[in-house]
């Protein structure tokens, strides 16, 4: 059975920065395309940014490109999400999310549970 856990999230004043990691278990991690979505209050869930298990590139929503970064540690089985800059429009339910293909239009098969990260201006 896979799991997904997050941690990371929290309170942090605009313009700053926060680590979101998710370790997932269970499951073949190394070959699996690993990504971030978020959902704010009264908003659809959205995509974030995504990185395949092939590490070639990785693919980032307009909105967060420049400030955020994706990256995993297969031996570790785990994926981050570096955001800076971050502003109030920023606050969300963040998930990760395992497989699929979202920069194809395939959506994860397997979502975490979500952490919260709340932008203060």
């Known amino acids: 059975q896979l799991q997904l856990v997050e941690s990371g999230g929290g309170l942090v004043q605009a313009g700053g920065s926060l680590r979101l990691s998710c370790a997932a278990s269970g499951r073949t991690f190394g070959t699996s395309n690993m990504a971030w979505f978020r959902q704010a209050p009264g908003k659809e869930r959205e995509f974030v940014a995504a990185?395949?298990?092939?590490?070639?590139?990785?693919y980032y929503a307009d909105s967060v490109k420049g400030r955020f970064t994706i990256s995993r540690d297969n031996a570790k089985n785990t994926v981050y999400l570096q955001m800076t800059s971050l502003k109030p429009e920023d606050t969300a339910v963040y998930y990760c999310a395992f497989g699929g293909a979202p920069w194809q239009g395939l959506l994860p098969g397997y979502w975490g549970q979500g952490t919260q990260v709340t932008v203060s201006s």
């Open positions: 990185i395949p298990w092939s590490e070639i590139r990785t």
